[in-house]
């Protein structure tokens, strides 16, 4: 089992930025390739971003490349989701997940943590 809590979530202007956290505990952290999804009322869970476990490959969503950055650390067993230029349609509960292998499918995740709210107002 890995449990993942996240954090870092809030209300932020359009054009600004948050950092997400994603905490992991339990079986090696270093093992898994950490992705974080997000959804929206009323819509499906979609992928932003994934990170391989060694973090030397990384993976985005059309949607976010080059305003959003994953990256993690290993010794602290942590994973995080940078989010810059924010726009109002990145609203959504994010979550973070676990997988064995880089995937951008959701279903490829095996843990996943609570979710955090991110608000963007215009």
């Known amino acids: 089992q890995v449990q993942l809590v996240e954090s870092g979530g809030g209300l932020v202007q359009a054009g600004g930025s948050l950092r997400l956290s994603c905490a992991a505990s339990?079986?090696?952290?270093?093992?898994?390739?950490m992705g974080w999804f997000r959804q929206a009322p009323g819509k499906e869970r979609e992928f932003v971003g994934a990170?391989?476990?060694?973090?030397?490959?990384?993976r985005y969503a059309d949607s976010v490349k080059g305003r959003f950055t994953v990256s993690r650390d290993n010794a602290e067993n942590t994973a995080y989701l940078q989010m810059n230029s924010l726009k109002p349609e990145d609203t959504a509960v994010y979550y973070c997940?676990?997988?064995?292998?880089?995937?951008?499918?959701?279903?490829?995740?095996?843990?996943w943590g609570q979710g955090t709210q991110v608000t963007v107002s215009s």
């Open positions: 997940a676990a997988a064995r292998f880089l995937t951008s499918q959701v279903a490829r995740y095996d843990y």
């Open positions: 990170i391989s476990w060694s973090g030397g490959a990384t």
């Open positions: 339990g079986r090696t952290f270093s093992n898994y390739a």
